[in-house]
């Protein structure tokens, strides 16, 4: 079955190519398809072209269709082309012509665009409840430990005095500038672009704002043909907020294999998180972080993807997009895979507490030495010469007092500000109201 058969029969080479694998990736947007089927036969009942009775009996079945992809039983038969023939046909087995009326008013183009925004608005929600977790846990881990000093860095070379309270916070902060630009995809992708039909509208008075409302949508693509222009640029908006939690995430995994190495030693992790050397008994490998910056970098590669796919199309729809999902689809399975194991591996890392005393890091103090010289009177430029020639004639001796107070600062992390601040960010995110809208429809 295909929506658009016209009784000529397609040759299976080409019909195979052109699905692809559209019928393995349509499993995910099953129940969100028939979700925006709710919405749209809601919306036909009320212009007309549908009765009440025939919305009663279509919605019924569109529920028990629901459950069945939620219970994971929902496939789509050998024949049918994509998960909205195979909605359709469920439809008419069951109730005959009247199943047949559900795609007036509307194309495959914008009912796609429906289940991919439905989808992948969830999908942004799983990831937020996620990364709020991992949040959590950096937060925690830096009130634990903000009394531990460690060396801070720069070209690599011991530089400053930091801390695990400081670095703990550091990624805490990177994860709620992450969420700042996964609302801003969010508020993007939460736009209804169901009745914009194939991209220029419909001669049916279509009730755009009421689908938009039943569905938890904030607004509509006002423009019919932006609508489907929003195909593929909302998938690349999304891919490009993944991929910013990715490249926090590399980077954290990047500075914990560091940190275990032998010649850091700051940080290390309980055997049964490791693994070790087929020859080399003594080995305890980060495996699980070097697996996160691996599959983190690569998730950084999926905007990259997106864009090659869609730079040069013209307006209107093209088959390419297709192929977007590809790209798109696990990437957010992986994207959650890496913030759980991410979180849990924060959460057993153990510390090295006496880190300073090791003699190669003496010479981190010298700019808290300068910056006593300052306090008591002396002008910045000679005293850091002053320290400076102390080095170098090895009469330098570190005084490892540390008393910072400003904002952010070793002794002032001010966790509680970057707290708020994600809160804050957080509650611009509608989840509840749109459960709520969700719910409401699948009674």
Excluded at 282 to 303: A, M, Y
């Amino acid at each position: 079955m295909k929506l658009w058969d016209k009784g000529v029969e397609v040759e299976k080479k080409i019909e195979s190519f052109t699905i692809g694998r559209d019928k393995e990736f349509d499993l995910y947007l099953a129940e969100h398809d028939v979700i925006g089927s709710i919405a749209h036969i809601i919306m036909l009942e009320k212009i007309g072209l549908l009765t009440s009775d025939e919305l009663i009996v279509l919605k019924k079945e569109l529920i028990n269709i629901y459950n069945t992809a939620k219970n994971g039983a929902f496939y789509i038969e050998e024949g049918i082309e994509d998960v909205h023939s195979q909605v359709e046909l469920l439809l008419t087995k069951k109730l005959g012509d009247i199943g047949k009326k559900i795609h007036s008013g509307r194309s495959r183009n914008d009912q796609v665009l429906v289940d991919l925004k439905l989808y992948m608005r969830k999908e942004i929600y799983e990831i937020s409840q996620l990364l709020i977790k991992l949040f959590n846990s950096f937060i925690s881990q830096s009130e634990k430990y903000k009394n531990v000093i460690i060396p801070g860095y720069t070209h690599l070379q011991v530089a400053m005095p930091s801390s695990f309270g400081l670095w703990f916070g550091a990624y805490a902060e990177s994860l709620s500038d992450d969420l700042q630009l996964l609302l801003s995809a969010y508020l993007i992708n939460n736009q209804n672009p169901l009745g914009s039909g194939a991209g220029y509208g419909s001669s049916f008075p279509l009730d755009r704002q009421l689908t938009t409302d039943l569905l938890g949508f904030n607004n509509p693509n006002v423009n019919s043909v932006y609508a489907q222009m929003s195909r593929g640029k909302s998938e690349k908006i999304v891919s490009f907020a993944i991929s910013t939690i990715a490249a926090t995430l590399s980077k954290f995994a990047t500075d914990a294999c560091l940190y275990m190495n032998q010649n850091f030693a700051f940080i290390g992790l309980p055997d049964n998180l490791t693994t070790g050397s087929s020859i080399m008994p003594h080995k305890k490998n980060p495996d699980v972080f070097e697996l996160i910056r691996g599959k983190c970098n690569k998730l950084q590669s999926v905007s990259n993807e997106i864009l090659i796919i869609t730079n040069n199309l013209p307006s209107g729809y093209f088959r390419d997009m297709q192929i977007i999902k590809e790209s798109i689809f696990p990437a957010f399975s992986e994207l959650k895979t890496c913030l759980e194991i991410t979180n849990h591996i924060t959460n057993n890392i153990i510390i090295n507490n006496d880190i300073i005393d090791d003699e190669k890091y003496k010479y981190l103090f010298s700019v808290e030495n300068v910056n006593t010289e300052v306090l008591n009177g002396v002008a910045f430029r000679d005293a850091y010469k002053k320290i400076a020639k102390e080095i170098q004639t090895g009469t330098y001796k570190p005084q490892k007092e540390i008393n910072h107070t400003h904002l952010g600062s070793i002794g002032n992390l001010s966790n509680n500000l970057i707290e708020e601040k994600i809160e804050k960010i957080y509650n611009q995110f509608n989840f509840k109201q749109i459960d709520s809208k969700i719910n409401t429809l699948i009674k």
